[in-house]
């Protein structure tokens, strides 16, 4: 029979993607990068790998609060200091001295208010399709994983209850059996000194074999039980996992709408304005009604992108191995668990290593299930030789033993029947647990859904949620963008006494004072759509 470890599989080494790489490099101010540092008996090292994490988490979340703390700033110093960074409209002064130019900087903020608008509303839909879409296909991945392990659980369970049944009966039937042989030939047990024919070391020897198969019976089918429980839980608790994490839930559905719906309002209103269109009941329900709800959205958005950092650190690390041996997920769950269960080699061990460690024959788990499958082969040769030598000297065999042989023949066969049927069973179920059938399930459980859809998923929603976020707050700041310039009328006591300059002659001042008399008095321009009296 060939061994699982004995087909030559080697399971596929996880490959670094360039998601996982980038996301290794994000800065822990002075902490650690270990993943395993976080389960382990090591409190200084969880602290420090936490602490980098949270670093990194108030961090960027600091960057976006001073950002929002200067807006109300410049909010609170008013137009007269702040100027449209206030949120009020353009200021122009009325008459204007230079009309080519004066109208460039309206201009060019609206250009980057409608920029800006357009990068968010990009990124907005980056994030849905690539960040949402790599979470349907981690999803997908696991799905299909568990779904294919609960059938080879179903299954695998399925011979385990034949091969207890069998196991009982075989156990039973082999009492029976090595009752009659110690038994044997009551009347002359001198037999082969006799006849020849050395039957009672042939018996003794089916004898010692059903022993023996005992302890297959009984260990074997308990170790092929603890296996099954073991891969159930492992499913169990992906698929908690899987139901637990909701990335596409209603929270996020309406983050997503309103980075696309408040957006278009706000290009509308600034488009409006720059065709001269005059909307105010519009830029009323912008000021009131679309801008504080674009602002809860992007203060949103910066708060779920801090907290999203930390996730994608962490993952990153898990993925890229723990310690200083970039091995990959593998290499971080052999650390993970020599860090709980310490040097520990039992059956446990060296399940979850051989099926996670690309199936390395040193991992094999099942060398004392062959062995117990080498007792079960010799105890169905012994049986088989046993039946074979009664049934050719049966009658010399009842003449000389004084005994009939019909029933120890039935007993005999119906044991060696049984053993091929549990023989059958357990190397069917052995064959369910070769390298390839379970280490694919891992594979594409680790190595595809969480290694690489998740965290690709999770590294293209951090950056679309940061570039979102400060899109966002250039929109906030250049609000006024959406209002017509307001033009400032100049009364006749807006006018300021005339400079003296220092001249090296007397006719230069002259001139200078008789500019300033004959200049004309200009209260304000009719052809300005709108003006505001500024009185001294």
Not at 134 to 152: F, R
Not at 205 to 234: H, N, P, Y
């Amino acid at each position: 029979m060939l061994s699982s470890h004995e087909d030559g599989y080697l399971g596929p080494a996880y490959e670094l993607t360039s998601a996982v790489v980038n996301l290794r490099k994000l800065p822990r101010f002075g902490y650690g990068y270990d993943f395993t540092a976080v389960l382990s008996s090591d409190q200084a090292a969880q602290v420090d790998y936490t602490t980098g994490l949270v670093a990194l988490c108030i961090f960027l979340l600091i960057f976006f609060l001073m950002w929002s703390s200067l807006l109300v700033v410049f909010k609170i110093m008013g137009p007269g200091n702040a100027g449209f960074l206030s949120g009020h409209p353009f200021l122009i002064p009325d008459p204007v001295d230079d009309e080519k130019n004066i109208h460039k900087r309206p201009l060019r903020v609206r250009i980057v208010f409608l920029v800006a608008s357009v990068l968010l509303m990009i990124f907005a839909f980056l994030f849905v399709v690539l960040g949402v879409s790599n979470v349907n296909n981690a999803t997908t991945t696991m799905g299909k994983s568990i779904q294919t392990g609960e059938e080879l659980m179903l299954y695998t369970k399925e011979i385990a209850s034949v091969l207890a049944e069998v196991g009982s009966k075989s156990m039973e039937l082999r009492d029976s059996a090595v009752k009659e042989i110690k038994n044997f030939c009551p009347d002359n047990p001198n037999i082969a000194e006799m006849t020849g024919i050395d039957i009672i070391p042939i018996a003794e020897k089916a004898k010692s074999d059903l022993t023996m198969l005992a302890t297959f019976i009984s260990q074997g089918i308990e170790t092929l039980k603890e296996s099954v429980t073991m891969v159930g839980a492992f499913l169990d608790d992906v698929d908690d996992g899987i139901e637990s994490i909701d990335f596409w839930g209603w929270q996020m559905k309406i983050l997503a709408a309103c980075l696309f719906i408040l957006p278009s309002f706000l290009i509308i209103g600034v488009g409006l304005v720059m065709l001269d269109l005059d909307a105010k009941p519009y830029q009323k329900a912008l000021t009131y009604g679309i801008m504080p709800l674009f602002t809860i959205t992007v203060i949103a958005t910066y708060v779920f992108c801090s907290v999203t950092l930390p996730l994608a650190a962490a993952s990153s690390d898990a993925c890229t191995g723990g310690g200083q041996v970039h091995g990959g997920p593998d290499d971080t769950l052999l650390t993970v668990y020599r860090n709980l269960k310490g040097d520990d080699t039992g059956i446990l061990f060296l399940f979850v290593m051989f099926y996670t460690q690309q199936c390395l024959p040193k991992y094999y788990p099942f060398d004392t299930l062959d062995r117990y499958f080498g007792d079960l082969e010799t105890a169905i040769t012994s049986t088989d030789s046993f039946v074979e030598t009664i049934g050719n000297n049966l009658s010399l065999l009842e003449q000389q033993c004084g005994r009939q042989f019909n029933g120890v023949l039935k007993l005999i066969e119906d044991t060696n029947l049984n053993l091929r049927v549990l023989e059958e069973q357990a190397d069917f179920a052995l064959d369910l647990f070769k390298c390839k059938n379970v280490n694919d399930l891992y594979v594409n459980t680790v190595h595809e859904a969480g290694c690489t859809y998740t965290v690709n998923a999770i590294a293209w929603m951090l950056a679309c949620s940061i570039i979102i976020s400060i899109c966002g707050l250039i929109m906030i700041m250049l609000r006024s963008s959406y209002y017509p310039e307001q033009y400032l009328a100049l009364s006749s006591e807006w006018n300021t006494k005339p400079t003296i300059t220092r001249s090296a002659s007397d006719e230069s001042r002259s001139s200078n004072l008789m500019n300033e008399e004959h200049a004309p008095e200009t209260l304000g321009s009719p052809s300005r759509k709108s003006s505001v009296d500024i009185q001294s």
